[in-house]
Structure formats: C-alpha cells, structure tokens
C-alpha cells in the first residue's frame, strides 16, 4: 500500500509564533522508520512531503498493515512524525506526532490496500501553540483521502 503524508503550515515559517527559536535550534521533521527518524525536512520549509510502501493484509475481515515504518499493536497501528533539534549536530527527538490508522475510513483504507491508489495524509504541522504539532492527529486536523489517477476521493 502506497502512502504520502503532505503538510504544510510549518513552525517555522516567517512570521509563526516560535520561528526563531525552532529555526536557531535546527529543528527538523521527519518520518520515523523503525528507531530512525528519516526525510528530515527544517521547520522554515514551505511544506513537507514524505511517499512510502507498508504492507497490508487482512485479518478477521479487517485490514492489517506493518512494515519498518508502522508502529503499534494490531488494532492501535499509527505512523510517527518526529520532531528534534539538531543544534548540536546530531538529531535529538523531542516530540513525536501519532497518525492513527483507526483514523482512516475503512472504504478509503480498503481501496489503498487493493491497489486502487495512494493514501495520502494531508495535515497541518503547527500545533494549537504555535509549536511542532505533537501527539494524536485526529480529524478534522488531518485529512484522508485515496487518490486514483490524480483525482482525490474520499
């Protein structure tokens, strides 16, 4: 199954409420694979896109996914956004953003797993204080939706 995650309002674009502070201290985005925070993109970037593949099946009649970039227990399955500064020169995590997969219509999760195209995430990357957003991203704060072709459903 083919997954892009887009989002856009980062914390450090021009005039966000702590810019300065999270583009002094390096701090980059990425998605997490397995341990390793991986695609960093800086907080000043205009948005933020990552595309990978994790594996699906089903199981009691319910879709089932794994694979390096999926956490969690089956039922609870989410991917990390991971925030860290890298002022020292090396990527230290500080916050981590959770996207449910129970989040997801089961219609759209479904088509993405048969095939039918890719899933794709559209969040913002601002929290309601103004920094990296962090813990449970549930909608209406991201979108789902399965694109076929270049035209979304869902």
Not at 116 to 134: E, F, K
């Amino acid at each position: 199954m083919r997954i892009r995650i887009e989002g856009d309002e980062l914390p450090g674009r021009a005039g966000a409420p702590q810019a300065e502070a999270l583009r002094l201290g390096g701090v980059q985005v990425g998605v997490q694979r397995r341990k390793e925070v991986v695609e960093r993109v800086g907080v000043f970037e205009d948005r933020a896109v990552w595309e990978f593949e994790v594996d699906s099946r089903e199981v009691d009649g319910f879709i089932d996914v794994g694979g390096p970039w999926v956490h969690g227990r089956p039922g609870a399955r989410f991917l990390y956004l991971s925030w860290g500064s890298t002022g020292t020169g090396v990527f230290a995590g500080f916050r981590r953003a959770k996207l449910m997969f129970a989040d997801i219509p089961g219609d759209l999760l479904r088509g993405a797993a048969a095939g039918g195209g890719v899933l794709v995430a559209r969040l913002g990357l601002t929290g309601p204080d103004g920094g990296p957003r962090c813990a449970r991203v549930r909608p209406p704060d991201i979108t789902w939706t399965l694109e076929e072709t270049g035209h979304p459903t869902g």
